[in-house]
């Protein structure tokens, strides 16, 4: 079986809906995969935008939300899911508005790309704190079996 990742909220490469960016609740859509390989011992989300501030001149990537250590048994994030609601073992790292959780679209001009990363890793990687994108990006470096990706796309209605 294939190591895929969709949402009930928005088809790949399709619309994400304002319910989850900041024009609506900011909610985290729901999130579910299958086919994470025998060998996982844990998985890694990164969500992110490569087309910050302005997709016709990007200049960097915006974490939106990490999250690691998600146990390889868990096949699910319910929508608007907390800290407290995470599958059990799951571990935050810091977006790039410093703080932990989910932090939807909020793109200042035109419409961006947002990446839903699921990485199968081959070990745990046991407290790292809170880590930027590129620190667990380095803890994760060697140790990803398979990856799942989803993009959607958003652009501000003004």
Same mark, same amino acid.
């Given at each position: 079986?294939?190591?895929?990742?969709?949402?009930?909220a928005f088809q790949p490469q399709g619309s994400i809906p304002a319910r989850y960016t900041c024009d609506g609740n900011d909610l985290s859509p729901a999130l579910r995969w299958s086919g994470v390989p025998a060998g996982a011992k844990s998985l890694a989300l990164i969500v992110d935008d490569p087309d910050a501030p302005d997709p016709k001149a990007p200049k960097r990537v915006y974490a939106h939300w990490l999250l690691y250590d998600i146990p390889p *048994?868990?096949? +699910? /994030?319910?929508?608007?899911?907390t800290?407290?609601?995470?599958?059990k073992g799951t571990r935050e790292g810091s977006n790039d508005w410093?703080?932990?959780g989910y932090g939807g679209p909020c793109p200042p001009i035109g419409r961006h790309r947002y990446f839903f990363k699921l990485f199968a890793l081959d070990r745990a990687?046991?407290?790292l704190g809170?880590? *930027?994108?590129? +620190? /667990?990006?380095?803890a994760i470096s060697g140790h990803v079996i398979e990856?799942?990706?989803?993009m959607g796309t958003y652009e501000?209605?003004?």
């Open positions: 079986m294939t190591f895929s990742l969709q949402s009930p *048994s868990a096949s +699910e /994030l319910p929508e608007g899911v800290a407290d609601a995470l599958p410093n703080r932990t990687l046991g407290d809170t880590p *930027s994108k590129k +620190e /667990l990006e380095a990856k799942a990706e989803l501000r209605s003004r």
